[in-house]
């Protein structure tokens, strides 16, 4: 049973910083496709970014671009998301999801980013 | 950017009926399509990949059929468990895009 922890959410005043993590459990963590998935409040989901299990392959959003950087630590089943020059738009729960091939077969419960002066 | 358009925004129906919800890709994504079901304060959950494969533990009732550009999620026999915000997602090409969701009320 695939199981995923987000954490590292919380208030955070426009520009400043934010590093979410997620504790990976029930998996072979290392050789699979990894990413954070957002969902604003009462809006839809969006792909932020996601990374290979060599973290030679790495996607982002364009809207994130050169204010988040994803990474990996496969000895410790955990994933990560660095966030700064954070925006009130980035207010959002992200989950950290498994993605095999592109879409998310497991997820976790989420943890909610708030940008907010 | 490949746009995901899923139709009806809201869908009334009630215990036992089958339902319909479909998804239509601005360009030809091949099979490239996820379905995925999420409840309120809960996380999204996969239903079906490649367009029709059901994912492991999911209900019969769920199907998933299409190819290209048009997708049909399709639920026979509606359960109360089944009400809830169902979401495609294209995975042919980055940006991998999600539709906007329908939500599925009972009548």
């Known amino acids: 049973q695939v199981h995923l922890v987000e954490s590292g959410g919380g208030l955070v005043k426009p520009g400043g910083s934010l590093r979410l993590s997620c504790g990976a459990s029930?998996?072979?963590?290392?050789?699979?496709?990894m990413g954070w998935i957002r969902q604003a409040p009462g809006k839809g989901l969006e792909w932020v970014s996601f990374i290979d299990g060599t973290q030679t392959i790495i996607y982002y959003t364009d809207s994130v671009k050169g204010r988040f950087t994803i990474s990996r630590d496969n000895a410790k089943n955990s994933l990560f998301l660095q966030m700064s020059n954070l925006r009130i738009e980035d207010t959002a729960i992200y989950y950290c999801?498994?993605?095999?091939?592109?879409?998310?077969?497991?997820w976790g419960l989420g943890t909610l980013v708030t940008v907010s002066s | 950017d490949i746009q995901m358009t899923q139709s009806p925004s809201t869908l009334s129906a009630s215990v036992g009926d089958r339902v319909a919800v479909t998804c239509r890709a601005s360009q030809d994504i091949s099979r490239w399509l996820a379905w995925y079901q999420q409840k309120p304060g809960k996380a999204p959950k996969l239903l079906i990949y490649d367009a029709s494969i059901l994912q492991s533990g999911v209900p019969s009732r769920f199907s998933g059929s299409g190819s290209g550009t048009e997708f049909t999620l399709t639920i026979n026999s509606l359960q109360p468990d089944d009400f809830a915000t169902y979401y495609c997602q294209q995975y042919n090409s980055y940006p991998y895009t999600f539709g906007q969701g329908t939500k599925l009320e009972i009548k």
């Open positions: 999801a498994r993605a095999p091939r592109g879409f998310g077969d497991s």
């Open positions: 029930g998996i072979a963590f290392g050789d699979k496709y």
